[in-house]
């Protein structure tokens, strides 16, 4: 398969991630045109730079996914600068520790210092908007440009969470279930108007978010990754790189043009698990 986006405008929101950098630079060998944003432009701007120096085209943006005029100012930038988008990838989201239990199970122990009941509004919610609606708000500037237009779609990234929640994390796994969720309702909404809506859905990864949660200061794994690892039946974590060959399929209006509303795992077979 050879995704041939040339002369497409590509969003991509948390782009100076691992994940989306790692989809923005497979993009841009396509053709495409690549918008980078993220509240962090400096990293953002790295990975414009790479882009750029291997021949391709790609600008970043400074916007907070959170705010509607953020993403509203980059639009007017992106539309001046690339053109319209056709191709709306909502990667920003992620965990926080305000929002992260420190043990699995309710049982009071006094070495807790922090379990279900001692969370936060604050974080519970940071990390909600910061997945869902930081999905709801892009999608919502973003997919104007794509009505009634032909090869346009919206890719969303999910999680495995949302299929089967994990402990210690209940604001995430809760907001990747609702991405999920708004991914099915959006391929329905748009389904008259030419734009394809679908979502990934990584299983584990190793990335700058989660790095402290699978590996203690000296590198050794920690008991979530033996845990993790047993209960993936490839017995490995995943390579960012093989998030792309997904992103590709589904972005490809040839490969994929009768596919709308599914989340795509990619989870070395962790969703297929029983357990037994």
């Known amino acids: 398969m050879s995704l041939d986006l040339k002369g497409k405008v590509v969003v991509i929101t948390g782009a100076g991630g691992v994940i989306c950098s790692t989809l923005a630079k497979s993009l841009a060998v396509t053709g495409a045109k690549i918008a980078l944003l993220d509240l962090n432009v400096d990293a953002a701007k790295v990975v414009a730079d790479e882009i ?88 919502q500037v973003f997919a104007k440009d794509m009505v009634g237009k032909k090869g346009c779609s919206i890719l969303n990234i999910s999680s495995m969470n949302a299929f089967t929640p994990l402990t210690k994390i209940p604001a995430y796994s809760g907001a990747k279930a609702a991405v999920s969720n708004f991914t099915a309702w959006l391929a329905v909404h748009f389904s008259k108007v030419g734009i394809r809506v679908n979502a990934i859905a990584p299983g584990f990864f190793v990335t700058n978010q989660n790095r402290g949660l699978l590996f203690d200061q000296d590198g050794n794994p920690t008991d979530r990754t033996k845990k993790i690892l047993a209960s993936t039946p490839m017995d490995r974590f995943g390579e960012i790189d093989e998030l792309v060959g997904a992103t590709h399929f589904l972005l490809d209006e040839k490969a994929a043009s009768f596919i709308t509303g599914v989340v795509l795992p990619i989870d070395g077979g962790f969703n297929a698990f029983s357990g037994v």
């Open 52 to 139: 750029v120096a291997n021949g391709y085209i790609a600008k970043a943006y400074k916007v907070n996914v959170l705010d509607k005029t953020s993403i509203e100012d980059a639009h007017a930038a992106i539309k001046v600068d690339l053109g319209e988008c056709n191709i709306l990838i909502n990667g920003a989201g992620g965990n926080n520790p305000k929002a992260t239990t420190d043990n699995e199970y309710c049982a009071f122990e006094k070495d807790v210092e922090k379990d279900f009941f001692d969370l936060k509004e604050e974080g519970v919610k940071f990390v909600f908007d910061l997945n869902f609606i930081g999905t709801f708000l892009p999608t």
